[in-house]
């Protein structure tokens, strides 16, 4: 209130309460859609295209999906490029589930099937198939100490079929309750897994590629009939090894002409099949999986193992992406004696 000194006419502006229209910010945009990868239903504050990138994966590859195009991701990338200030992300995804895959855990002094009791169940960090093709390698660091230490690497194999980490935690245990616990260390710190830990029971037929030793070659879905045609009279040694010490056989397979991957699955199982009557290898499959081939040795012991290797001719091994460093995995139980790996498959595609 003004005060009015001495006598006179004033002139006084009184707020009449009603202001006039302020200016809004328009460099702040809600973006909501399909993505790659990312938390669902969850709005996430980014302020440039590269953290959408980092958290939601760019401008994804939606060949054969519906839609074809990935419409969130050129949106999100044009509103940074034309001077978007921040943007809240909220990544929709229904019904998608995370890719997955299942590494038995190595008790301390496992020798056999009954001494295993828990295996990891391991996901992709969010739902989608981004996670597909990761590979996660568990390797022993001390077999002496106590209790027993392990480094266990996250990352994708290269041209060379080298797995480059992308994550590494080393010195970890499964001893729960200790600090270097490696559940809970993946868990409250990785930014691609998460990690759950199950009983593991031996009569769920689902779980028996766990305690049988696997091949599993690269994807073949590019793999022509023209090609499969051209792999007649070609042929590679399997080599199943159940761990004691007369228990490796290697079985050369020679393949005859077809035009099905499925076939060449046959003939694989058949050989070996024919080859090894008795034992705890006889019960080897060869099967087509995901486009891809899966070799698993019988109900051998904990550290059963199946190998490809070249034949005399050196044509079906590469162009079917088995064996060493050809885009296929290998997969046994125990790193108390040696690295173990699995690999993680689509679920779901969104």
């Known amino acids: ?127 989608g198939s981004w996670a597909k093709g990761l590979e996660i390698e568990l390797a022993p660091d001390d077999e002496n100490a106590t209790p027993p230490t392990f480094t266990m690497r996250i990352g994708r194999r290269n041209e060379d079929g080298e797995l480059v980490a992308q994550e590494l935690f080393g010195e970890v245990t499964f001893v729960e309750g200790d600090p270097a616990y490696l559940p809970g260390i993946v868990n409250d710190t990785s930014a691609l897994i998460k990690i759950d830990t199950s009983d593991l029971d031996l009569e769920n037929s689902d779980n028996q590629e766990l305690y049988r030793g696997s091949l599993t070659s690269g994807d073949l879905s590019d793999l022509a009939a023209s090609d499969i045609v051209a792999l007649a009279g070609s042929n590679f040694t399997v080599i199943l090894d159940d761990g004691a ?68 001719t050196d044509a079906a091994a590469p162009l079917l992406l088995i064996g060493h460093g050809r885009d296929g995995t290998a997969g046994h139980l125990s790193p108390l004696v040696r690295p173990t790996s699995a690999h993680i498959e689509r679920r779901s595609e969104v």
Do not use: W
């Not at 199982?269 to 891809?292: K, Y």
């Open 1 to 127: 209130m003004p005060t009015y000194l001495h006598p006179g006419v004033y002139i006084e502006e009184i707020p009449s309460g009603a202001r006039p229209i302020e200016a809004a910010g328009t460099s702040t945009a809600v973006i909501i859609g399909y993505a790659t990868k990312g938390p669902i239903g969850k709005p996430e504050l980014l302020f440039n295209y590269g953290q959408y990138v980092e958290q939601f994966g760019g401008i994804g590859n939606r060949h054969g999906l519906e839609p074809p195009v990935d419409y969130m991701g050129h949106t999100v990338q044009a509103f940074f490029d034309n001077g978007g200030g921040k943007a809240y992300i909220v990544r929709l995804a229904p019904g998608a589930e995370p890719a997955s895959a299942k590494l038995v855990i190595p008790n301390e002094g496992a020798t056999t099937f009954a001494d295993i009791e828990t295996f990891l169940e391991i996901k992709g960090i969010n739902p």
């Open 245 to 312: 010490p007369t228990g490796v056989e290697s079985i050369v397979v020679t393949l005859t002409t077809t035009t099905e991957l499925a076939k060449i699955a046959e003939q694989i199982e058949a050989a070996v099949s024919d080859s090894v009557t008795a034992g705890p290898l006889a019960d080897f499959t060869c099967v087509v999986s995901g486009n891809r081939l899966v070799l698993t040795a019988g109900s051998g012991t904990i550290t059963s193992s199946v190998r490809v290797e070249a034949g005399t």
